[in-house]
């Protein structure tokens, strides 16, 4: 069993292609997402228009009710100082909800799944996957 959080990119991706989920996922692995993940989703809700939002809300709602949460806590907290320290200290820049998404995978030991594992490299003590 591995212990993964799904970035929102992955998600995006997996909405568009049930082909992106089986590439990574395991039906033994435990996965979670970011609470960040959540409103990066719920976002991307808002921003749809017609049919398009319908499903996207059905989706996301799905992604809501069976992937667990976790929340960014004094603990998330305390490796997002040190990730972002060391981000200004290598001075290269990199999002913010990355970083959250990288201290909440990092905190809860977990491996990053995302389209976008640049996003993600050379943090200290975050691994991430791509599925591309």
């Known amino acids: 069993m591995t212990l993964l959080l799904l970035d929102t990119t992955f998600l995006i991706d997996a909405e568009r292609s049930e082909a992106a989920v089986e590439s990574v996922i395991s039906d033994d692995d435990d996965v979670a997402i970011a609470a960040v993940t959540v409103a990066e989703l719920i976002v991307g809700v808002q921003l749809a228009s017609g049919k398009h939002r319908t499903a ?16 960014y806590d004094t603990n998330v907290a305390g490796h ?24 909440t ?8 799944v995302t389209a976008d594992k640049t996003a993600f490299a050379d943090l200290p003590g975050v691994e991430a996957v791509s599925h591309r």
């Open 80 to 103: 997002h100082a040190e990730l972002l320290a060391a981000v200004r200290r290598s001075g290269r820049a990199r999002g913010a909800h990355d970083l959250i998404i990288a201290a």
């Open 105 to 112: 995978a990092k905190a809860s030991e977990r491996t990053v």
């Open 56 to 71: 996207r809300r059905n989706f996301v709602g799905s992604i809501i009710d069976s992937i667990p949460t976790l929340v």
